[in-house]
Nanobody
Framework: QVQLVESGGGLVQSGGSLRLSCAAS????????MGWYRQAPGKQREFVTT???????NYADSVKGRFTISRDNAKNTVYLQMNNLKPEDTAVYYC???????????WGQGTQVTVSS
């Protein structure tokens, strides 16, 4: 079992930046896949970015070139640097982790990101 705690959300103007953090505790064997999803009001939760078990990264087309995922393995923490934010990036951002690609997701509680125009 892994516990995930996000932080770093807030209100920012269009074009601004924010950095989200996700600190994991518990079973570190669950951290092979770790990344971020988001959910805007009235919409389904959607993929944003992830680390894979090989250490490679994947990004949704909507955030490529603007968002960067990174991690500090010593701290079991994943970061999401978000630059050039747009109003359509407004959502609750959720950190996730899972040991294998076929495993169920462990989720954090979410952190709100609001981008004003």
């Amino acid at each position: 079992q892994v516990q995930l705690v996000e932080s770093g959300g807030g209100l920012v103007q269009s074009g601004g930046s924010l950095r989200l953090s996700c600190a994991a505790s518990g079973s570190t064997s669950s951290l092979n896949f770790m990344g971020w999803y988001r959910q805007a009001p009235g919409k389904q939760r959607e993929f944003v970015t992830t680390f894979t078990s090989s250490g490679s990264t994947n990004y949704a087309d909507s955030v490529k070139g603007r968002f960067t995922i990174s991690r500090d393995n010593a701290k079991n923490t994943v970061y999401l640097q978000m630059n050039n934010l747009k109003p359509e990036d407004t959502a609750v951002y959720y950190c996730y982790a899972r040991p294998f690609v076929w495993s169920g997701f462990s989720w954090g509680q979410g952190t709100q990101v609001t981008v004003s125009s």
